[in-house]
């Protein structure tokens, strides 16, 4: 199995008879940087990972640019297209192993659909974004911790945007004391944030509520959206969590939060999504059961004996 993922300096590849296993990756969750469990090594460039490989999992997203693989820490970039290419000519005459990715664009698939690759989108399923959301807001509270000098509870915070990851942080900010204004643009949404504890705004109401915001968090993928940043005062902090690509000397942009704040849990997290996708072995004969039955089907050619007075047993 090949996983490449953006929180590793290289690619690695796992060489044990439990290899197809793809919860094996959940092992990487115990090491330090740098190391990897027993059965597992660095290859030194695609061929030697993709060699014998039964799955490939890729990172989330799968790409930032839509034509390098999202690999920060790799020494080398390495092209969508060089890896399908890799994975094609590693496997010329047999069908390629099953491949992982997150976020996966409809450009990225093309780049693997043309070399006969199909990509199974992980982070598609309902159960890993629920969860991711929830990692990626916990990070943001940690980020937010570590850059204000307020106490969440004396904070005011905003919140662009009330999807999943906008859900949880207002819970998160609710919970610990923090006056929480959520904006977003659906009536559903609007009596979802007020039911929650915060006060539900539009972006209509910026120009009255920024400037008294110490805290805003961006959940909303437009960049549009950052025109009403100029609003805030100097001293408040943005937290950006939808890469819009906006940058301010006040502004973080937090991406790929759970691999940073929560390897272990986003690393499991994405190991079980993909055992779920995954077809089910076929199982392996029990020779006990074998035996068992082999007794039942010899004691049946017999003629079958009934409690008296007739009837089945």
């Known amino acids: 199995m090949l996983y490449a993922a953006s929180a590793f300096t290289g690619l690695c590849s796992f060489r044990e008879r439990s290899g197809k296993d793809a919860r094996l990756a959940a092992l990487w969750a115990n090491t330090t940087a740098g190391e990897l469990p027993p059965g597992c090594f660095y290859a030194s460039d695609l061929h030697e990972a993709l060699s014998g490989c039964d799955l490939v999992i890729l990172p989330i997203p799968l790409s930032r640019d839509h034509e390098r693989l999202n690999a920060p820490f790799h020494k080398e970039q390495i092209t969508l297209i060089s890896l399908a290419r890799a994975i094609r000519s590693a496997f010329p005459g047999d069908t390629p192993p099953p491949v992982f990715a997150g976020a996966v664009k409809e450009s990225d698939a093309k780049v693997f659909a043309a070399e006969g690759i199909g990509l199974t989108d992980y982070s598609a399923d309902p159960l890993f974004a629920l969860e991711n959301a929830a990692y990626s807001a916990e990070g943001a509270l940690a980020i937010a911790i570590e ?156 003629s079958p004996s009934f409690p008296k007075g007739g009837g089945t047993p």
Request: some cysteine; glycine content about 6%; proline content about 8%.
């Open 147 to 302: 850059n204000t000098a307020k106490a969440l509870k004396d904070c005011r915070a905003a919140i662009f945007g009330y999807g999943k990851t906008g859900r949880r942080l207002c819970a998160l900010l609710t919970a610990a004391g923090a006056k929480v204004m959520v904006f977003q643009r659906k009536e559903s949404d609007e009596r979802d944030a007020r039911l929650a504890g915060a006060e539900a705004c539009g972006y209509r109401d910026t120009p009255s509520v920024l400037p008294t915001v110490d805290l805003l968090f961006n959940t909303v993928p437009d960049p549009s959206i950052a025109s009403h940043f100029p609003l805030l005062p100097r001293s408040s902090l943005v937290i950006e969590l939808a890469g819009i690509g906006v940058k301010d000397d006040n502004l973080i942009t937090a991406l790929s939060i759970p691999s940073k704040y929560s390897p272990e849990s986003a690393g499991r997290l994405i190991c079980r999504t993909v055992s779920s996708m995954l077809p089910a072995p076929p199982a392996s004969p029990d020779p006990a059961l074998s035996a068992d039955r082999s007794s039942a089907l010899s004691a049946g050619s017999s």
